[in-house]
Structures are given as C-alpha cells and as structure tokens.
C-alpha cells in the first residue's frame, strides 16, 4: 500500500536553531514529491517540488532533499515567521498522496 | 490575480441537508482539484478535472458525494444527504497544466460542520 510518513509531528525550536523534517514514502512508481506549508486557517501553500533521488531545492531558509526513500525538509536559522505546519505530498501514477504533516513552531 | 476563490468560508448544516460548495478556479489553468482535510485522515484528493473533464474520482467517498466543472471558471462539489462524518475542511485547489504534477495553487478552503 502506498504511504507517506511525516515526522516529527511536532517540532518546537528556537529563533536560529537550524533543525531537519522528514517526509518518507513507500509508493510505486514515484513521479514527485511536493512540499507544501500551512498556516492556520490557510491553504497550502507550494513550496517545492523534486522528481529525482539526489535533487535539492532551496527557497530562502529552506532546502529540500530527496533520496529513494525519503525527502527532507532543512530550515536553517529558523525565524518566528516559519511557524506552520510543512506537508509532504507523493505523486505515484495518478494518485497524489498527502502526509499528516509536521506542525513546526519557533520561539522568539 | 484574486487566486482561487471558494464559498462559502463556512458551512453549519443539519444532517440530512443537502450542501454545495462552490469553487473558482485561477483564470487560464487548466486542472481543478477537490480536497478535503481532517486531523485524522489528513488532506485527501477527492477528485480532480483536466479541461473540465472528471479524471479521477476514486477518492470520493461515497456516491453521496458529486462534483461537476460545467465551465472552465466554476465547479461544485455537492453532498446529499450530508452526515456529522463529512465535517471537515473542503479545498479546491487549480493548476495551469493539466495532470497532478504542475504546482497546485489552494484556495482558503470551506469548513463544513454537519450537525
């Protein structure tokens, strides 16, 4: 069965304290992997997308990795503004299959 | 660009009632996708449209669910009759190219809370 897991659920940092999320699969036949955030009361909103094991992508404070069973989120140097929630999201074949989500907050 | 727009923000039915959300997709795109959202289940891909065309509906829960894109600006998703269990946040999202892998584009979503 095709899954996808975030972890942690939950992650609380301090301003500056660079830390990693992680999105793993199991699917057949993967075609990309999504990276979305999430404010409260929002929709998501798209971050990244990776095709290939051994791509990165970076946007800002962000970099996301993939290998053939996982992607990685990076925030380095975190600011209160990163607080959200960072889906993951898998295409295989013509399904799109989101994880739970990580909820991330950062501490001032 | 207004983005995707939905209605209504927020829905309080009784159960039994029948609901229609409402969804406007970005002006060009050429995919619309119907999502709902719970804290048990996650964001789930209900149904998606390629050029007005339904693709895949294999994520709709039961034949009490239907949607329709009858124009390339405008589609509905239509619960009937509506159950406490179908309380959840229903986005639609759209994409300028048709298929699941362009970049998705949110609109705020509806919360629809069935009593």
């Known amino acids: 069965e095709d899954q996808v897991t975030q972890s942690p659920e939950a992650l609380r940092l301090q301003e500056g304290e660079s830390s990693s999320l992680n999105c793993s699969y199991t699917?057949?036949?993967?075609?990309?992997l999504f990276w979305y955030r999430q404010d409260p009361g929002k929709g998501p909103e798209f971050l990244f997308t990776?095709?290939?094991a051994g791509e990165e992508k970076e946007k800002e404070r962000l970099k996301a990795t993939l290998t053939k069973k996982e992607s990685f989120l990076h925030i380095t140097a975190p600011k209160p503004e990163d607080s959200a929630t960072y889906l993951c999201?898998?295409?295989?074949?013509?399904?799109?299959?989101f994880g739970k989500g990580t909820r991330l907050h950062i501490l001032p | 660009d207004a983005g995707v727009i939905q209605s209504p923000r927020h829905e309080v039915t009784e159960m039994g009632q029948e609901v229609t959300l409402r969804c406007k997709p970005i002006?060009?795109?050429?995919?619309l996708f119907w999502y709902r959202q719970t804290m048990m289940r996650g964001l789930e891909l209900l149904i998606y449209?390629?050029?007005?065309?339904?693709?895949?509906d294999s994520g709709m829960p039961e034949d009490r669910f239907s949607a329709k894109m009858p124009n390339a600006s405008f589609s509905t998703l239509k619960i009937q009759p509506s159950e406490p269990r179908d309380s959840a946040v229903y986005f639609c999202?759209?994409?300028?190219?048709?298929?699941?892998?362009?970049?998705?584009?949110f609109g705020p979503g509806t919360r629809l809370t069935v009593l």
């Open positions: 999202a759209s994409s300028l190219l048709v298929g699941l892998t362009d970049t998705q584009y």
């Open positions: 699917v057949s036949g993967l075609r990309g």
């Open positions: 990776l095709y290939s």
């Open positions: 999201a898998v295409q295989a074949g013509d399904k799109i299959i």
């Open positions: 002006s060009g795109h050429n995919s």
């Open positions: 449209f390629n050029n007005n065309v339904p693709i895949d």
